[in-house]
T-cell receptor, first 113, second 110 residues
Framework: NAGVTQTPKFQVLKTGQSMTLQCAQD?????MSWYRQDPGMGLRLIHY???????DQGEVPNGYNVSRSTTEDFPLRLLSAAPSQTSVYFC????????????FGPGTRLTVT | GQSLEQPSEVTAVEGAIVQINCTYQ??????LSWYQQHDGGAPTFLSY????GLEETGRFSSFLSRSDSYGYLLLQELQMKDSASYFC???????????FGAGTRLFVKA
């Protein structure tokens, strides 16, 4: 199993550009989440999904859209990039098991100039 | 709303024991998790407490007191490779969202 994969690993955008961060998992997990990590602020939840066709907002959803058309994929779209969105983005998935252990992808380092 | 508090930094000596505390305030609570993250890497799951008490996994143990809204991660026989950031995280009432603390940076010295 590849686990959770994310592409790209690095990305530089200009202010106002849009892009999609890809996330896929091959563990048949129901739950998937997107986090951003900024220095000294830990991981902040952007959006999450409890299954195909079901998404909801997390702590910091503004400026981001998600959709979940399949169990495997959970892309994150930046609608109009801003310098404040410079961050490391992690995708995670988990099953409905007791511990809800989350498996994280390797991350995407995004810089918006 | 939800908030978690943990110390920003902890320093300990190789071979020693260190405890990283976490206090939380949530509108609902399902369980407390701990994750480890090395510089440049992704977070990895360490432990989960749904009920009060101690959970032990090798050199790592995690404790939860629901009445005190408090938990801790205990690392024994510290090794240099344990130098990393450690995050506590809570699952909300619905059980679907996980909210993370800001993290504790552990420095292990020789």
């Amino acid at each position: 199993n590849a686990g959770v994969t994310q592409t790209p690993k690095f990305q530089v955008l200009k202010t106002g550009q849009s892009m999609t961060l890809q996330c896929a998992q091959d563990m048949n997990h129901e739950y998937m989440s997107w986090y951003r990590q900024d220095p000294g602020m830990g991981l902040r939840l952007i959006h999450y999904s409890v299954g195909a066709g079901i998404t909801d907002q997390g702590e910091v959803p503004n400026g981001y859209n998600v959709s979940r058309s399949t169990t495997e994929d959970f892309p994150l779209r930046l609608l109009s990039a801003a310098p404040s969105q410079t961050s490391v983005y992690f995708c995670a998935s988990s099953s409905s098991g007791e511990s809800y252990e989350q498996y994280f992808g390797p991350g995407t380092r995004l810089t918006v100039t | 709303g939800q908030s978690l508090e943990q110390p920003s930094e902890v320093t300990a000596v190789e071979g020693a024991i260190v405890q990283i505390n976490c206090t939380y305030q949530t509108s609902g609570f399902y369980g407390l998790s701990w994750y480890q993250q090395h510089d440049g890497g992704a977070p990895t799951f360490l432990s989960y407490n749904a009920l009060d008490g101690l959970e032990e996994t090798g050199r790592f143990s995690s404790f939860l007191s629901r009445s005190d809204s408090y938990g801790y991660l205990l690392l024994q026989e510290l090794q240099m490779k344990d130098s990393a950031s450690y995050f506590c995280a809570v699952r909300d009432t619905g059980g679907f969202k996980t909210i993370f603390g800001a993290g504790t940076r552990l420095f292990v010295k020789a």
